[in-house]
């Protein structure tokens, strides 16, 4: 489990490089398109800065994102009391507790570190939940924070967030592109410019979907370890599977976030899904029900 920690410490930096890489990359397709190499230099720079902005500002947007309102012990003690209990267990500093106001069962955690980390609860989840079931699902998000995942996670949701915003200017530049009489617009920069649009939020979908999903099987296996007490992980993960649905505000680059997949079900949704299936997080809790 050490080394897991340390390796989500080194992936950290490697995502930002290849981050800042990628849309270095992303930016000489537009170079080549509108036949000027200063945009590769211009785009490298920004994305350097946004690389380091969101570092510090990811936790709060995707909280805003996600309509959460931060609280205190007085307004939900249960919660607030299951989160200040664990985090004594597992040495972690009190993280910033919220709720989000869903029907659907879920949570999250996110932030740069543990000393600046964000847990939230949805009313659904705490609805349906007994105490040992709220407990397991809040030692999950906790185990992401001990485990450093927050942060990668929170990388890859700038990642997402920043190439979506390209590959939509990309269609808007190919848009007007068709619109003008110009006879120096290269088709093979149009076929360039297409082809990034096209498949850079997919390539920003899969790198998602292979870090987010390794670690939910990870804190599965933390929060199981955490409160000695594998049956609550299971029995909460049937309960997330029994009732899921859809959360009320959505938005594909918070998902990795989340304990279980809060987008509408679709075939596409569950291809590039940064979680695994819930049958399979309980077989693996059920063969390591002994080693915690």
Same mark, same amino acid.
């Given at each position: 489990?050490?080394?897991?920690?340390?390796?989500?410490?080194?992936?950290?930096?490697?995502?930002?490089?290849?981050?800042?890489?990628?849309?270095?990359?992303?930016?000489?397709?537009?170079?080549?398109?509108?036949?000027?190499?200063?945009?590769?230099?211009?785009?490298?720079?920004?994305?350097?800065?946004?690389?380091?902005?969101?570092?510090?500002?990811?936790?709060?947007?995707?909280?805003? /994102?996600?309509? +959460?309102?931060?609280?205190?012990?007085? !307004? $939900?003690?249960?919660?607030?009391?299951? =989160?200040?209990? %664990? &985090?004594?267990?597992?040495?972690?500093?009190?993280?910033?507790?919220?709720?989000?106001?869903?029907?659907?069962?879920?949570?999250?955690?996110?932030?740069?570190?543990?000393?600046?980390?964000?847990?939230?609860?949805?009313?659904?989840?705490?609805?349906?939940?007994?105490?040992?079931?709220?407990?397991?699902?809040?030692?999950?998000?906790?185990?992401?924070?001990?485990?450093?995942?927050?942060?990668?996670?929170?990388?890859?949701?700038?990642?997402?967030?920043?190439?979506?915003?390209?590959?939509?200017?990309?269609?808007?530049? /190919?848009?007007? +592109?068709?619109?003008?009489?110009?006879? !120096? $617009?290269?088709?093979?920069?149009?076929? =360039?410019?297409? %082809? &990034?649009?096209?498949?850079?939020?997919?390539?920003?979908?899969?790198?998602?979907?292979?870090?987010?999903?390794?670690?939910?099987?990870?804190?599965?296996?933390?929060?199981?370890?955490?409160?000695?007490?594998?049956?609550?992980?299971?029995?909460?993960?049937?309960?997330?599977?029994?009732?899921?649905?859809?959360?009320?505000?959505?938005?594909?680059?918070?998902?990795?976030?989340?304990?279980?997949?809060?987008?509408?079900?679709?075939?596409?949704?569950?291809?590039?899904?940064?979680?695994?299936?819930?049958?399979?997080?309980?077989?693996?809790?059920?063969?390591?029900?002994?080693?915690?």
């Amino acid at each position: 489990m050490y080394k897991q920690i340390a390796a989500n410490k080194r992936n950290t930096v490697l995502i930002m490089l290849g981050f800042v890489l990628a849309i270095a990359a992303i930016g000489a397709a537009f170079a080549y398109f509108l036949n000027d190499w200063w945009i590769v230099a211009w785009v490298f720079i920004i994305a350097l800065i946004y690389a380091i902005v969101q570092y510090f500002l990811a936790g709060p947007l995707a909280v805003a /994102m996600t309509g +959460a309102r931060e609280i205190q012990k007085r !307004d $939900n003690p249960r919660l607030y009391n299951t =989160v200040e209990n %664990l &985090t004594i267990t597992a040495g972690l500093p009190m993280p910033k507790v919220y709720i989000i106001n869903d029907a659907a069962p879920n949570a999250f955690a996110t932030g740069r570190d543990p000393d600046h980390a964000i847990v939230a609860a949805t009313t659904g989840l705490l609805d349906i939940m007994d105490n040992k079931e709220l407990t397991a699902v809040m030692a999950h998000e906790l185990s992401h924070v001990k485990n450093y995942d927050i942060r990668v996670s929170m990388i890859t949701f700038g990642l997402v967030c920043i190439i979506g915003f390209i590959s939509d200017l990309g269609v808007r530049m /190919m848009w007007m +592109a068709s619109h003008r009489d110009d006879e !120096d $617009n290269s088709p093979v920069g149009l076929i =360039v410019l297409l %082809l &990034t649009s096209i498949l850079a939020p997919i390539a920003a979908s899969v790198a998602q979907m292979a870090v987010s999903r390794e670690r939910e099987y990870l804190a599965d296996a933390s929060a199981a370890h955490l409160t000695r007490y594998p049956e609550g992980m299971i029995s909460a993960l049937k309960k997330l599977d029994t009732h899921a649905r859809p959360m009320h505000h959505q938005n594909p680059a918070t998902e990795a976030l989340f304990i279980n997949n809060p987008l509408k079900k679709s075939a596409i949704n569950n291809l590039f899904s940064t979680h695994p299936p819930i049958e399979k997080r309980i077989e693996r809790l059920e063969h390591g029900k002994n080693t915690f």
